[in-house]
Every structure is written in structure tokens, then in C-alpha cells.
């Protein structure tokens, strides 16, 4: 392919072309989660939003011109000839992303009693009832006035409450209050050297109930879904902390996830080992205890995996 020296305004044309619609003149499904797109790509789930793309599990995005580039396997010369010439026919720009206003973190109002939420997580999810009460009394869980969901809180150092993740008791509804800063996501800072990481506050609670040992003596975290900001964070303010073992959910996601993470901190000089429930994940072993959870030493892991970064700075991942 000659050389061909492209403009700025023809760079910034390219790199703004509507994502979804080149794929689906493709012939590529496409689906809509909430304001954005997303497209499964072997076995990681994409997130598209006008000309903007972010891949979740290799800590990866950009605009059109580096979607062809990786996806398409074009060189940038190939993908801006691609993008700008029409290869698909009409290429459609993308509209602007609308500017996402944060709203102010808001503390929902907590009930009077803890009546629903106990029955949820101590009848239904069989925590153990002192794990709960000690959570309780450290006003880490309390139930909410309105909906009488479960509250998860995460503190910062000075005790103000900066995120809480919310479940419900009678349903399957499930989500973090608006504007929660994920790197204080639910949690419990010990004294010991050990940290423990999981995706759910329940799935932290579970495996708690199942090695109460002088639990209190380590830390815990729940990332309230794939992320590591709060395991950045607890590595942080926790210098005590030498060995983290990672805990994710016995499926695709959390496996790959666990390989992710382990590698990162493997170069960091932290060691790591994987702890993989029996069932698909530690509530599950807890209510059908049928068999212990597997170990899994990593001292070499294979993948890597970041959560969230500038680049997907608008995207809901």
C-alpha cells in the first residue's frame, strides 16, 4: 500500500465511526445493555458506545481507528483506508456521547430494624449469625427504610462512608448506589498479613462463615463485580498485607479474572494463591456444603487484566 499522509480532520473523522453500525453491516449481533453495546468477541464481551470501544478483561480500548486495527487485523494505514473509504458501504459517524452527569453520592436511610435482612442473609444464605452481628454492629450491613434491601458499606480510613452496594431480599435486584467510589467497596481491614478477595459481599460473608478462625485477624474485600480498585486500595492503606488470595466466582469470568490479577501482583512481588469454590460460588458451598473448595498455588500466572481505565472513563463496564 503506497503512503498516504492523512489530516487531522480525516484522523478524527475515522476515529469517530459508529462502532455498532460497522459491525452490523457486518452482519455481527450486536446488543444493547442500557446506553451502551456490547459484543461478544471470542470469549470477552466488548463495550461499545457510539465511536468508543473498551475491552473489560484485557484493560484495553480506543476509538474506530484501533477497534479495525485489533479486530480486523488492519494496519492503520489499511484501517483509515478502511474506515474513510467506505469498504461497508456509507460509514455512519458516530453521535457524540451525551455527557454523563454524576450525581452526588446519596446514603440511603437505614430501617429501624434488621429484622428482613437477618431472615435473608442468616435464614437464606446461611451467614454465620455472628458474622453477621459483628458487620451489623460495626454498621458495615444495615437494612434500608424504603425497599428494606441489604446495604453493603464501604468505608474510608476516617469512617465516612464513600460506597454501598445494595441487594434485595426478596428479589433478584442487585446494584451500587450512584456516584459509590469502588476502591471502598465493601470490606474488613485485619491485622494479619493475609487479604482476601471476592466479586460479592455474600460471597465474602460465606467464606467467612466457613473459616471463622480467627477471621477477624485478616482482611477481606468484595470488589461488588470484576474490578481490583478496592484491592489497590487495601494494599494501600494495609502494609501488613503479604499475601493475597484471590477468591473469585468458579466460573469463566472469575477464573480468567483470578489469572488476571494474580499476574499483576506476581510482577509486583506479592505472592498469590487462588482459592476456587466447589460449586460456582462460596454461598453456594456454604448452603450445599458437598465438597471443599479447591486450591490452586499461582506463582506464575498466564493472563493479565486490569479493571476499569481512562479509556473507559463514560462506558458502564
Same mark, same amino acid.
Given at each position: 500500500?503506497?503512503?498516504?499522509?492523512?489530516? *487531522?480532520?480525516?484522523?478524527? #473523522?475515522?476515529?469517530?465511526?459508529?462502532?455498532? $453500525?460497522?459491525?452490523?453491516? /457486518? +452482519?455481527? %449481533?450486536? *446488543?444493547?445493555?442500557?446506553? #451502551?453495546?456490547?459484543?461478544?468477541?471470542?470469549? $470477552?464481551?466488548?463495550?461499545? /458506545? +457510539?465511536? %468508543?470501544?473498551?475491552?473489560?478483561?484485557?484493560?484495553?480500548?480506543?476509538?474506530?481507528?484501533?477497534?479495525?486495527?485489533?479486530?480486523?487485523?488492519?494496519?492503520?494505514?489499511?484501517?483509515?483506508?478502511?474506515?474513510?473509504?467506505?469498504?461497508?458501504?456509507?460509514?455512519?459517524?458516530?453521535?457524540?456521547?451525551?455527557?454523563?452527569?454524576?450525581?452526588?453520592?446519596?446514603?440511603?436511610?437505614?430501617?429501624?430494624?434488621?429484622?428482613?435482612?437477618?431472615?435473608?442473609?442468616?435464614?437464606?444464605?446461611?451467614?454465620?449469625?455472628?458474622?453477621?452481628?459483628?458487620?451489623?454492629?460495626?454498621?458495615?450491613?444495615?437494612?434500608?427504610?424504603?425497599?428494606?434491601?441489604?446495604?453493603?458499606?464501604?468505608?474510608?480510613?476516617?469512617?465516612?462512608?464513600?460506597?454501598?452496594?445494595?441487594?434485595?431480599?426478596?428479589?433478584?435486584?442487585?446494584?451500587?448506589?450512584?456516584?459509590?467510589?469502588?476502591?471502598?467497596?465493601?470490606?474488613?481491614?485485619?491485622?494479619?498479613?493475609?487479604?482476601?478477595?471476592?466479586?460479592?459481599?455474600?460471597?465474602?460473608?460465606?467464606?467467612?462463615?466457613?473459616?471463622?478462625?480467627?477471621?477477624?485477624?485478616?482482611?477481606?474485600?468484595?470488589?461488588?463485580?470484576?474490578?481490583?480498585?478496592?484491592?489497590?486500595?487495601?494494599?494501600?492503606?494495609?502494609?501488613?498485607?503479604?499475601?493475597?488470595?484471590?477468591?473469585?466466582?468458579?466460573?469463566?469470568?472469575?477464573?480468567?479474572?483470578?489469572?488476571?490479577?494474580?499476574?499483576?501482583?506476581?510482577?509486583?512481588?506479592?505472592?498469590?494463591?487462588?482459592?476456587?469454590?466447589?460449586?460456582?460460588?462460596?454461598?453456594?458451598?456454604?448452603?450445599?456444603?458437598?465438597?471443599?473448595?479447591?486450591?490452586?498455588?499461582?506463582?506464575?500466572?498466564?493472563?493479565?487484566?486490569?479493571?476499569?481505565?481512562?479509556?473507559?472513563?463514560?462506558?458502564?463496564?
Amino acid at each position: 500500500m503506497a503512503f498516504v499522509k492523512y489530516t *487531522e480532520q480525516q484522523i478524527k #473523522e475515522a476515529s469517530e465511526v459508529d462502532i455498532v $453500525d460497522l459491525l452490523r453491516r /457486518r +452482519g455481527e %449481533k450486536v *446488543e444493547t445493555a442500557g446506553s #451502551e453495546h456490547e459484543w461478544k468477541h471470542g470469549g $470477552d464481551t466488548i463495550k461499545i /458506545r +457510539g465511536g %468508543k470501544w473498551f475491552n473489560f478483561y484485557e484493560n484495553e480500548g480506543g476509538n474506530a481507528i484501533s477497534f479495525v486495527r485489533k479486530f480486523f487485523e488492519k494496519s492503520f494505514p489499511e484501517a483509515m483506508q478502511f474506515l474513510l473509504g467506505g469498504s461497508e458501504g456509507e460509514i455512519k459517524q458516530a453521535k457524540p456521547a451525551p455527557q454523563r452527569i454524576r450525581k452526588p453520592f446519596t446514603v440511603p436511610i437505614a430501617n429501624e430494624s434488621t429484622r428482613r435482612i437477618y431472615q435473608y442473609l442468616v435464614g437464606k444464605r446461611k451467614i454465620d449469625k455472628d458474622v453477621f452481628s459483628v458487620f451489623a454492629k460495626q454498621q458495615l450491613i444495615y437494612e434500608t427504610a424504603e425497599y428494606h434491601n441489604v446495604a453493603f458499606v464501604g468505608k474510608d480510613k476516617e469512617g465516612q462512608i464513600r460506597h454501598i452496594s445494595l441487594r434485595g431480599t426478596g428479589g433478584n435486584f442487585r446494584g451500587n448506589v450512584e456516584s459509590s467510589l469502588p476502591e471502598y467497596s465493601f470490606h474488613w481491614n485485619g491485622k494479619s498479613d493475609r487479604l482476601y478477595i471476592f466479586e460479592a459481599p455474600i460471597d465474602m460473608l460465606s467464606f467467612i462463615s466457613m473459616n471463622k478462625q480467627d477471621w477477624q485477624m485478616h482482611s477481606y474485600a468484595a470488589c461488588c463485580g470484576i474490578g481490583s480498585k478496592v484491592l489497590d486500595q487495601m494494599l494501600k492503606v494495609n502494609p501488613n498485607i503479604k499475601k493475597v488470595y484471590l477468591c473469585f466466582d468458579n466460573d469463566m469470568k472469575g477464573r480468567e479474572f483470578n489469572g488476571v490479577i494474580a499476574d499483576r501482583l506476581f510482577e509486583q512481588g506479592i505472592p498469590t494463591k487462588i482459592l476456587v469454590p466447589k460449586n460456582k460460588d462460596w454461598n453456594e458451598d456454604l448452603v450445599c456444603p458437598d465438597g471443599v473448595p479447591s486450591e490452586d498455588e499461582t506463582e506464575e500466572p498466564e493472563n493479565e487484566e486490569e479493571e476499569e481505565s481512562e479509556l473507559c472513563q463514560g462506558l458502564v463496564c
